[in-house]
């Protein structure tokens, strides 16, 4: 019965999300239906203590990630940058490769260690543009933006900064660089198969002469540049490269700047006790926002004349659209919290635990965690928490290397992951201003793609052993 209420749990959830309820609504109420179902004594300490404590402990941490990138991604569009970009990659490229173009810089992106979140506001200003020109039907973004930003740049290809990849080293005691040949062997395949999917996709749009967009897709559509002429293409890109380098850079500077842990007294009357933060928990979200600012600042300085007209209307558009990114995931991440405090959900676990073989234990269980959750990071944190000794000892015992178990659960926490209710993907269709009826088909195919690569670097280390 635990286990029925926690899967009715997450179909509601999913159901209204593809409905296009709101999920700030609507995540609370399935979570606090799951827990008046199990235990009703515990509604209001779950609502307090568990759903409330970890959505705002979530807004606490990221928003601030949220709003900048929101605001950079708004600047990129008024400042005729995108559309800058947007003609030097159709010259380059040319039209009909509009879908590479975009993969490829979110793919650029992520592996430079830019938040997803953040690739998602930043890109979608010039995917609009691009898909409009080259009359490639706009349902196609939220999936061409998934391929290249929460695929294989965040969890396959080995060196990856993406924490999906930084949190295996801490149960495995391994480095980000864990199964070389795995990683990009799954992630080449996760990208042309991907790009064979999405390019079919509009090739059977272009023959329906289906074009960018119907009315009501229309949303949320990037503002026409009026500024007159375009900025150079090397002008309009070094925002984005700034942003890239200086992530780089602060996420390696900001260590040596502050040490392992870093205190203050937060008044000058009285005597409170000192505020102590462990830096590295708060260090990449400290060296993205410092990224993100070094973004913000190098538009405004070379695209002054231009943005200073429309900015204030802009960066109200830009801090409605954080609010609402944000607070979305931070209802999932909630969510995810509650029904991963139930029992229901230990049966799952329990479950899944007995799979015989260690690495598809290992993957099926990381990415079922990771669907309930509607979290990458969040399913494999509690999957490896609850079970890494387990898959430690069989791998032992029948000669699997710590780099293999690494590789696997960082891929299989990208996997089914992106179900309706995945916070990234209602941040993506909101900034996009697409449904899940309109887009998420899309969506759910790259899913499907990156959960069967997992399976695939399986068997290429079992048949031929390579690492």
Not at 166 to 191: H, N, Q, R
Not at 328 to 340: D, K
Not at 412 to 434: E, K, R
Request: aromatic share 10%; charged share 10%.
């Amino acid at each position: 019965m635990s286990f029925l209420i926690v899967l009715a749990a997450l179909s509601f959830l999913m159901f209204v999300a593809y409905r296009g309820y709101s999920v700030i609504l609507f995540a609370p109420v399935a979570a606090l239906g799951a827990v008046l179902l199990t235990d009703p004594s515990l509604v209001a300490p779950m609502f307090t203590g568990l759903f409330m404590d970890r959505m705002v402990g979530f807004l606490k941490l990221y928003f601030p990630v949220f709003l900048l990138g929101a605001v950079f991604g708004k600047l990129i569009e008024i400042s005729g940058y995108s559309k800058s970009i947007v003609a030097a990659t159709i010259r380059v490229v040319g039209a009909k490769r509009a879908i590479l173009s975009i993969v490829i810089v979110c793919a650029l992106l992520t592996y430079g260690g830019v938040s997803l979140f953040v690739v998602v506001f930043a890109v979608y200003p010039f995917a609009a543009e691009l898909f409009r020109q080259s009359d490639i039907p706009k349902r196609l973004i939220p999936g061409t933006i998934a391929l290249g930003a929460f695929t294989f740049t965040m969890d396959a290809l080995p060196g990856t900064p993406q924490i999906q990849n930084i949190i295996p080293t801490a149960f495995f005691g391994t480095d980000s660089w864990a199964a070389p040949v795995l990683g990009t062997v799954g992630g080449v395949f996760i990208l042309i198969v991907g790009l064979s999917y999405l390019e079919w996709r509009r090739r059977v749009a272009e023959r329906r002469g289906e074009g960018y967009g119907r009315p009501e897709e229309l949303v949320n559509e990037p503002a026409p540049f009026t500024g007159g002429r375009l900025a150079h293409p090397a002008v309009a890109i070094l925002p984005l490269v700034l942003v890239g380098v200086s992530n780089l850079v602060l996420t390696w500077l900001i260590p040596q700047w502050y040490g392992a842990t870093h205190s203050f007294v937060p008044a000058v009357i009285g005597d409170p006790d000192p505020i102590v933060q462990e830096v590295p928990r708060i260090a990449a979200i400290w060296a993205v926002l410092g990224a993100l600012l070094v973004g913000i600042l190098a538009v405004v300085a070379t695209a002054w004349k231009t943005v200073i007209g429309t900015f204030a209307e802009g960066s109200r558009a830009a801090v409605g659209g954080a609010l609402l990114a944000g607070m979305n995931t931070a209802s999932e991440y909630g969510f995810g919290a509650v029904i991963a405090a139930l029992p229901g959900f230990l049966v799952v676990a329990n479950a899944l635990g007995s799979i015989p073989n260690p690495l598809v234990n290992e993957a099926v269980t990381v990415t079922a965690l990771a669907g309930i959750t509607g979290s990458a990071s969040g399913g494999m944190s509690i999957a490896l928490a609850a079970m890494s000794d387990t898959f430690i000892a069989a791998a032992n015992a029948t000669g699997i290397p710590m780099e293999v178990l690494h590789r696997v659960a960082s891929m299989a926490s990208g996997g089914m992951d992106t179900l309706p209710h995945n916070g990234a993907v209602i941040t993506l269709l909101a900034v996009t201003g697409l449904t899940h009826r309109q887009a998420y088909k899309d969506i759910f195919a790259i899913t499907i793609i990156k959960t069967l690569a997992v399976f695939v670097i399986i068997g290429l280390f079992y048949a031929f052993g390579w690492v």
